[in-house]
């Protein structure tokens, strides 16, 4: 089952070689109420995205920065705990991530649009865009209605 979650990168993504890509680690959190105990408390998600194009690698070096708003899906998720200085603490880490929707300010406060990443590099070169055929002209060729009868010549029966 496939899993989607959307927010705000507390922290850039932490880069490391993986082989012959770069690997990004990126941690989300999603705040949530919590009924039983009326406080507000967080969810907390961890993953990581690889890449290996260069213009991919720059890309996420330039999108997965603090303050950006991502979209990441995955495939599974594994529930990991660890201790914390406040105790046991959980978070959930996303399996085979994909980036998504991405929304990155630019440093001096103004918002860059927004951009769409699919695991591929972007595309620079300009693609053709999709011309529909144009329609064909036919000449119109009034056609008799189905409860039309024929006239009868006079003297025949039908």
Avoid at 17 to 41: M, P, V
Wanted: with cysteine; hydrophobic share 25%; glycine share 6%.
């Amino acid at each position: 089952m496939a899993h989607s979650i959307t927010g705000k990168l507390n922290k850039a993504a932490s880069e490391f070689q993986a082989g012959e890509s770069i690997g990004f680690g990126i941690r989300l959190g999603e705040q949530y109420y919590d009924r039983e105990t009326k406080q507000k408390s967080w969810t907390n998600y961890e993953g990581v995205i690889f890449a290996k194009a260069p213009q991919q690698i720059q890309y996420y070096r330039d999108v997965l920065t603090e303050g950006s708003v991502i979209e990441v899906s995955c495939k599974q998720l594994k529930i990991k705990q660890f201790n914390s200085q406040n105790g046991p603490s959980f978070s959930l880490e996303m399996i085979d991530c994909d980036l998504g929707y991405t929304h990155s300010s630019i440093p001096n406060g103004q918002a860059s649009a927004p951009q769409q990443s699919y695991q591929q590099a972007p595309q620079y070169a300009q693609q053709p865009q999709y011309q529909p055929p144009a329609p064909q002209q036919q000449a119109y060729t009034p056609q008799p209605a189905y409860n039309q009868q024929q006239p009868v010549p006079p003297g025949q029966r039908r």
